[in-house]
């Protein structure tokens, strides 16, 4: 393996070119968007950069090598003679994942067999570790194997612990404020922030705070590892210059107890300001307009969709009678809620898969 190599940076399908847009902010050369991620090129400190720093991506795959192979005893010699002792721990253990499409080599449980044989041989009997992960495509008979460095998904932060019925992905708030172009100097309202997940990820943009600073990652017991290196990669960005108040609300007690307790181990809990309180009792705040993104809940998935319908309108009104000015960002995955509002909203997103769900992100210019 050179030096530099191709890094895939997964998402979820429909925010690859939020991604992108990202992955050329953080410095990543040329960025190529393609189904389900992104490909860099890069090397070792690109690839716990991406992991640490990336708020868009959901997983940092290495790809090893690729070779042609048309039978599993080709495959199984080929395997044999690959340097796995340079990218593995010994004593690994290692779950092997096959898929195969179009190929000789047409069993794909057979093919993560003879890979794993060959790199039992290389790094002897597994010991107690973290379970490592390598992906093996067998695709037109050319087998390319890649290495999981992330292990648990990235948009798992590890600070919020305590969620609600519904949460969001941290990936996916990321991206719909980078949308709306948040920098941290607009103030930025939640008004039904369940556990707080879009105030939590606005605060910690606006602080500087990286994403990956408090969880480990598979690439830390990699021999190519560097602690000093990945230690520094930690540390925070610049903060904005002026951070414009932060506010998250729900009605219910319960989740607003969760998203307080989850700010606190994000230590943002200073930036944001969290109430109780329904929608209907919302005063517009003091100070200049900002931006105001929700998530409110689909029939779905939670609750039936009637009685949404009122909830979506008296969203609309109360942003159209008392937020002139402001900004308002939706995620739902139903476009008749999102008419309900009455809001002149811009061409959605295309469907961002989430969970079985498939939601849309709406955004108004300035009201
Ligand atoms: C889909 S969840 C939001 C999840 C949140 N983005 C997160 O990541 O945890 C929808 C939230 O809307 C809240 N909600 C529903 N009706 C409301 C209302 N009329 N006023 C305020 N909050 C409301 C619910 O309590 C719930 O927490």
Known sequence: MNSTFEIFLATQPGLELDLTAEAARHGFADPKPTAGGVVVLGGWHDVWRANIHLRCATRVLVRLTSFRAFHLAQLDKRARKLPWTDWLPLGARIKVEATTRASKIYHAKAAAQRIDTALRAALGDPRDTAELRILARIDDDLVTLSLDTSGEPLHRRGHKVAVGKAPLRESMAAAFLARMGYDGSQPILDLMCGSGTIPLEAAELAKGLRPGRSRSFHFECLPSSDADEIANLRNPAKPAAHIAPIRGQDRDDGVIAMARQNAQRADVADLIDFARMAITTTARPEGPPGLILVNPPYGARIGNRQPL???????????????????????????????????????????????????????????
């Open 309 to 367: 319908f009122a909830l979506y309108g008296s969203f609309g009104a109360l942003m159209q009678e008392t937020f002139g000015g402001w900004r308002v960002g939706l995620v739902t995955s139903d476009k008749g809620l999102a008419r309900a509002t009455g809001l002149k909203w811009r061409p959605p997103t295309p469907p961002i898969s989430h969970g079985s769900l498939k939601v849309q992100f709406y955004q108004t210019g300035p009201l």
